[in-house]
């Protein structure tokens, strides 16, 4: 049983307890936290278990383990719990996760901008594009490019894939950025894929189909008007093969634009059908000019495919492709 005369101990005690534990808090992340327990989290909450953690940076089990009880003593908290043969991240640790994964991304950023502003990386880059690829994709990777690499020049240009290839056939581009995998163009030809999105059928709000419930079947694809890729580029040679598969031919007189202002404009007015990334549908859908139809989206189209020669890479283009595909990986993240 307490008497008043034992109440001031106790809460002196408490807040004792509490003083402890912010200053050690404080000490923790002025002066204890280490890059590496970061890594070691990071990993530690992707694999979830000690021995594939160890594995992973290539030592023992109970160095791992030595690490994680240096980072739960000088915070005063666990970060972790066992569960079976798994460790689990307590609310603590998962914090220190989300936070340390940004950190360390922020960290090989600044890493390759130092590495690549070291290295001194000059000369010109010349890069094509189809205009479906999203802009905000080029613009990004322009920019971590030419900060990467103030002393290099850049040179861009947007036209169909199979003129981009030609292009780079006649060694006047080095990296082509396409919808289409094209096989057996030429032997020095390498290509990746970056990401992928779907191609999604859109159609103007003001067009028969455009109402938020109108119903839509492949059928009603017969009878419309198209905004298509140029005639012979793999991009129409792959819509009109799907359409096909869903017996819908390309019979009335069509658009052929490789102008994406162009085909927008003309789809605001109500008058056709035709294909978008759905990044880009979805930015007109918002501001209630288009609606994506409900069919199937295109998916062969979806991919953003790097081409390069092999033969005539440069450090510039090098560095330009690993902005890409830095670029691209962001794109995808706020999608």
């Given at each position: ?144 490019f030419t900060r990467r ?136 859908v918002q501001r209630g ?38 670029s691209s990986a962001e ?5």
């Amino acid at each position: 049983m307490f008497d008043g005369s034992t109440v001031p101990a106790i809460v002196f005690t408490v807040l004792s307890a509490m003083t402890m534990t912010d200053n050690s808090i404080e000490r923790f992340f002025r002066s204890g936290l280490k890059l590496g327990h970061l890594r070691i989290l990071v990993t530690l909450g992707e694999l979830r278990q000690v021995t594939r953690v160890a594995a992973a940076f290539h030592v023992t089990q109970p160095a791992i383990s030595k690490q994680i009880a240096e980072i739960e003593e000088a915070l005063g908290a666990p970060v972790v719990r066992r569960v079976g043969n798994a460790v689990e991240l307590t609310g603590i640790g998962r914090v220190l996760v989300e936070r340390g994964r940004e950190i360390l991304r922020q960290i090989e950023l600044a890493r390759r901008d130092v590495s690549a502003l070291t290295a001194g990386t000059a000369g010109h880059v010349r890069f094509g594009a189809v205009v479906t690829i999203p802009q905000p994709l080029i613009a990004h990777a322009v920019e971590l490019f030419t900060r990467r690499a103030p002393n290099a020049s850049f040179s861009f240009v947007e036209a169909t894939l199979d003129r981009l290839l030609k292009m780079m056939d006649e060694g006047n581009l080095d990296l082509a950025l396409g919808r289409n995998r094209v096989a057996g163009h030429m032997p020095e030809m390498r290509h990746e894929s970056l990401h992928h999105e779907p191609f999604v059928f859109v159609v103007g709000t003001r067009h028969p189909l455009g109402g938020p419930d109108a119903a839509v079947s492949w059928g009603d694809l017969q009878t419309v008007r198209w905004i298509t890729p140029m005639r012979g580029s793999p991009a129409f040679t792959t819509m009109a093969e799907i359409l096909a598969e869903h017996g819908v031919t390309l019979q009335r007189p069509v658009i052929e634009s490789s102008s994406l202002a162009l085909n927008l404009s003309l789809l605001r007015g109500g008058e056709f059908v035709s294909i978008l990334p759905l990044s880009l549908a979805r930015r007109y859908v918002q501001r209630g000019t288009m609606r994506v139809l409900p069919l199937p989206p295109l998916a062969p189209l979806g991919e953003a495919i790097l081409y390069w020669r092999e033969d005539t890479t440069t450090p510039a283009a090098q560095l330009f492709a690993a902005c890409l595909r830095e670029s691209s990986a962001e794109l995808i993240d706020a999608n």
